[in-house]
């Protein structure tokens, strides 16, 4: 039986491996093994994702844990290259841009395993963020280059990466969106925080360039407490933020403020479950654009770039960069009513999982009966 290995690491990968590998259970002969690399180890940055996601416990755990980017990178790469001579799989499966992606790609790669990357193609243009030279790296090395939206395909065009290792499949973290967000509706997370639908913000930061910096950092914290002058802001707060708030002495817009309120970082249900009923969404978070642009709500990306250009052409979102007057601006214009409206971009369907499984199944010739174009 063929083998494909799918590797997780990071929180945002846990919502775009489920749909992959629901689908190819259902639709193809192939084994899977899932691997956590440990990159997230955390009960509410990972073990919960699991149970939320209906995805089975990993086969493997790597423990890699915290560490700077070349320690984290590297140790992930010794012990995958273990596994990967172990289980000796026909395709690596990776997604998104996280360090435990690009780690994967490496040692697949030299270990002449067939690498497919899903996410593939999307570029911010600044190399200052560690996620972009993910990106760059993993998508020169994949053989199957599983894009989101078209603009990604441009990229790698653009890149002269090989029109036929190009393949548009939509987003597959919308798949678990659209399969989730009536069992979050139904759980009692607003009525807990004592919140009315549409009647709250919310705002996640964790980007090193936004929390690291102090003065960015307090400027951000600064143009969030305005939005909450207005309406609660729920902040579920990442553990970097966390730290480096209470480093810098940066809490006492937390005391100040009763209507900011930082809460400990949420499962995937229940986060969607206030995402989707908030009136605004303030993030520096990558799947967070695009989640409130599937779901219509308005968004202000607190960064100078997006690597999601189709959420700001076609969907909710607005890149308001990091100075608060401006985000101050932006923010009340939406609380006013005036924020951005959009659509739902091509094959944000709910089926992107279907389209890499039916791939995958192609890719390795153990496809059964005829199996539809899946590239337009
Ligand atoms: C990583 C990804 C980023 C992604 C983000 C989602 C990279 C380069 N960055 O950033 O793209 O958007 O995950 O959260 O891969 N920590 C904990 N508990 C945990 C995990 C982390 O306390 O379970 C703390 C540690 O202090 C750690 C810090 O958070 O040093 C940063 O974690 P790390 O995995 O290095 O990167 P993220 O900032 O989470």
Redesign the pocket.
Known sequence: MKKVIHIV????NFMKVAPIHRAIAARTPLQQILIHTG????V???DVFFSDLGLPAPDVHLGI???S?AQ?TARTMVELEKVFLEHKPDLVSVV??????VAAALVSSKLAIPLAHVEAGLRSYSRHQ??EI?RVVTDRLADLLLTPSRDADANLLKEGLEPDRIHFVGNVMIDSLLASKERAEQLPVLKSLGLAPHGYAVCTL???SNVDDPRVLGGLLSAIAHVASRIPVVFPV???T??MISEQGLGSAFERNPNLRPVDPMGYLEFLALTSQARLILTD???LQEETTALGVPCLTLREQTERPITVEEGTNEVVGTDPDRIREAADRALNGQGKKGRVPEYWDGRSGERIADLFARFLSVEQGSLRAVSA
């Open positions: 690491g990071a929180r945002p990159q997230h180890y955390d509410k940055m990972s844990g915290s560490g980017h984290q998104g841009d996280v360090n435990s992606t560690p996620e993910n964790h980007r090193p990442h553990p970097r966390r730290k978070s990558g799947g």
